[in-house]
């Protein structure tokens, strides 16, 4: 095969092929990746549901309607949870912005408003800092919020007069996520006692009834 000439225009040609050949590739992989990530971010959430919901796993758990919210505050999705046939109250997920974009809380409420259980879906917060919002306010931790009730509590850290302890060396982090749970217990007490359209299971088609 005759070797190219190291000419511009060959350099230009040959380039060219190269960035097309890596966006074909680059778009043939994702959509390889689309579909097990999305099973994967669903399958994550639905356990997520189930954690916040269920702190002592105990029952079965199904989500009776799933509702999209924008606020001042940002955008929430509104999950209904029954279990045993009887609702036990809302889990609610928004993302807001830490010390990095994307920290996204999902807290469960109960009927009351009290904290059930929270996780965190996603985060890019510095690791040993930040990153530990995952346990810090989980029950038992220094930061404990489980049983705490958001519209009765100050929910704040120590710093601000709150009565949370925030994440050593990591106020912006503790403060970011106070403020989504806060967030998230407003869009609760919007939605309480709000009919809807059930759902049925977990991600399921909308079907003809009334929750309660």
């Known amino acids: 095969m005759k070797k190219l000439e190291s000419t511009l225009t060959n350099m230009v040609l040959v380039l060219t092929a190269v960035a097309l050949i890596s966006a074909g590739l680059l778009g043939v992989?994702?959509?390889?990746?689309?579909?097990p990530i999305a099973l994967i971010e669903k399958q994550t959430l639905e356990n997520g549901i189930k954690k916040v919901m269920l702190p002592d796993g105990n029952g079965t758990l199904s989500v009776?309607?799933?509702?999209k919210v924008t606020t001042d505050n940002g955008e929430f999705t509104v999950y209904t949870a029954v279990a045993d046939g009887n609702e036990i109250g809302k889990a609610i997920k928004t993302t807001v912005t830490g010390f990095s974009p994307g920290l996204?809380?999902?807290v469960g409420f109960d009927n009351d408003g009290n904290i059930k259980?929270?996780?965190?879906?996603?985060?890019?917060?510095?690791?040993?800092?930040?990153?530990?919002?995952?346990?810090w306010f989980q029950k038992g931790q220094k930061g404990d919020?489980?049983?705490?009730?958001?519209g009765d509590a100050?929910?704040?850290v120590r710093k601000d007069d709150g009565e949370?302890?925030?994440?050593t060396a990591s106020t912006i982090t503790s403060r970011a996520f106070l403020k989504a749970i806060k967030a998230e217990y407003d869009v609760f007490m919007q939605t309480?006692?709000?009919?809807?359209?059930?759902?049925?299971?977990?991600t399921g088609a909308t079907v003809k009834s009334e929750s309660k």
């Open 29 to 35: 992989m994702q959509q390889l990746t689309k579909e």
């Open 64 to 67: 009776s309607n799933e509702e």
């Open 104 to 106: 996204t809380v999902l």
């Open 117 to 135: 259980g929270y996780e965190i879906l996603k985060h890019s917060e510095t690791p040993g800092l930040g990153a530990k919002v995952d346990n």
């Open 145 to 150: 919020i489980i049983g705490k009730n958001p």
């Open 154 to 156: 100050k929910f704040k």
């Open 164 to 167: 949370v302890d925030a994440i």
């Open 192 to 202: 309480k006692g709000k009919k809807t359209a059930k759902m049925d299971g977990m």
